[in-house]
Antibody, heavy 119, light 106 residues
Framework: EVQLVESGGGLIQPGGSLRLSCAAS????????MSWVRQAPGKGLEWVSV???????YYADSVKGRFTISRDNSKNTLYLQMNSLRAEDTAVYYC?????????????WGQGTLVTVSS | EIVLTQSPATLSLSPGERATLSCRAS??????LAWYQQKPGQAPRLLIY???NRATGIPARFSGSGSGTDFTLTISSLEPEDFAVYYC????????FGQGTKLEIK
């Protein structure tokens, strides 16, 4: 059974850093397109970042230069390192596995982890 | 950035009725459009990909159509579990989502 379990969210002050984890089971992270999508409270979905199976990574303009997506293949885990956090980064962060559309449509999602950026 | 505009913002219907949700792109996305359903407190669920293909396990009452800039998600006969928020997503030029349509019980 495919499962994605996010962790690492919490309350952080503006300018701070946080690392989110997404532990995967039932498939291999290294051979899949893996993404982070976020949702601010009461708002819609916003794509954040993707890592392709070949290692390429891409970011939304809103997080470029501040966030880094990575994988630990030995732990079958996806990460999102978030630096220089801002209030507008407050959201539930979902990791998602691309299983359709060549990896760009998300057939599996985690339950999400809440990041709150506030002083 | 391609902007996706969904309409209406809220749709009030009764079980058994037909629902028609719209998604308009600011420029052509070919058929690179997906639809997701999200219920409160849950992660989104993929319904339709590449405009008209149902994802695995999605009931046949859900159908998608359109190409270019105008797309439609149709639910032929609403079941109680279909009342949720629906998002469209394009993958033609990076990835963006629409702002969502809330389908509520009338």
């Amino acid at each position: 059974e495919v499962q994605l379990v996010e962790s690492g969210g919490g309350l952080i002050q503006p300018g701070g850093s946080l690392r989110l984890s997404c532990a995967a089971s039932g498939f291999t992270v290294s051979s899949n397109y893996m993404s982070w999508v976020r949702q601010a409270p009461g708002k819609g979905l916003e794509w954040v970042s993707v890592t392709y199976s070949g290692g390429r990574t891409y970011y939304a303009d809103s997080v470029k230069g501040r966030f880094t997506i990575s994988r630990d293949n030995s732990k079958n885990t996806l990460y999102l390192q978030m630096n220089s956090l801002r209030a507008e980064d407050t959201a539930v962060y979902y990791c998602a596995r691309g299983t359709y559309c060549g990896g760009d449509c998300y057939g599996y999602w985690g339950q999400g982890t809440l990041v709150t950026v506030s002083s | 950035e391609i902007v996706l505009t969904q309409s209406p913002a809220t749709l009030s219907l009764s079980p058994g009725e037909r629902a028609t949700l719209s998604c308009r792109a600011s420029q052509s996305v070919s058929n690179y459009l997906a639809w997701y359903q999200q219920k409160p407190g849950q992660a989104p669920r993929l319904l339709i990909y590449d405009a008209s293909n149902r994802a695995t396990g999605i009931p046949a009452r859900f159908s998608g159509s359109g190409s270019g800039t105008d797309f439609t998600l149709t639910i032929s006969s609403l079941e109680p579990e279909d009342f949720a928020v629906y998002y469209c997503q394009q993958r033609s030029n990076w990835r963006t989502f629409g702002q969502g349509t809330k389908l509520e019980i009338k």
